[in-house]
């Protein structure tokens, strides 16, 4: 089974600061990675498919990288709304993996 | 407007059994695959099962296997998640969500609000 590795677990981070979250998979799983912010008390939302393709209505501030088994979920430029636990996806092969979690809080 | 509504939640003794369902609407639910995730309180995102559109494509994470059904009746726009053998670490939200596109191997693009199952004797 791929398993999904990120980090760090948590970050603080200053409004306005780029943060950048990373995701190791086990093995090659090409693009096929998803991201997804959910906020306390919220339903998750996807950002990002595709490793790099932003979904409709996302800010721009979100954006996505890597191929294979490296990636990355970078906001440019951190804001108050953007606390939140981010997760990535493996939607490569079964099982569909997540991540742990990195817990987004401003400082 | 895509709609994704759980019920069949509950508290329920270890070893029991429980049925939920997800009723959708706002989109054509024959055409996409769906799955469901679950959310122990206080913890991360853990896959449980998918199926594709048509309902001949399924797969389990082995933390359910062989003790969890999903199924769907696209003629009612639903998705079922038949849990036997329960344990108290099944205990957790369990959201239903929405395949991207048309492939059994997907992203979520709208999810549910959640049921809770309660595991406790």
């Known amino acids: 089974d791929i398993q999904m590795t990120q980090s760090p677990s948590s970050l603080s981070a200053s409004v306005g600061d780029r943060v950048t979250i990373t995701c190791r998979a086990s093995q090659g799983i090409s693009n096929d990675l998803a991201w997804y912010q959910q906020k306390p008390g919220k339903v998750p939302e996807l950002l990002i498919y595709?490793?790099?393709t932003l979904q409709s209505g996302v800010p721009s501030r979100f954006s996505g990288s890597g191929s294979g088994t490296d990636f990355a979920l970078t906001i440019s430029s951190l804001q108050p709304e953007d606390v939140a636990t981010y997760y990535c996806?493996?939607?490569?092969?079964?099982?569909?993996?997540f991540g742990g979690g990195t817990k987004a809080e401003i400082k | 407007e895509v709609q994704l509504v759980e019920s069949g939640g509950g508290l329920i003794q270890p070893g029991g059994s429980l049925r939920l369902s997800c009723a959708a609407s706002?989109?054509?639910?024959?055409?996409?695959?769906m799955t469901w995730v679950r959310q122990a309180p206080g913890k991360g995102l853990e896959w449980v099962s998918v199926i594709s559109a048509t309902g001949g494509t399924i797969f389990y994470a082995d933390s359910v296997k062989d003790r969890f059904t999903i199924s769907r009746d696209n003629s009612k726009n639903t998705l079922y998640l038949q849990m036997n053998s329960l344990r108290v670490e099944d205990t957790a939200l369990y959201f239903c969500a929405k395949g991207y596109g048309s492939a059994t191997y997907n992203a979520f693009d709208y999810w549910g609000q959640g049921t809770l199952v309660t595991v406790s004797s």
């Open positions: 996806q493996n939607y490569n092969s079964a099982p569909l993996t």
């Open positions: 706002g989109f054509t639910f024959s055409s996409y695959a």
């Open positions: 595709g490793a790099s």
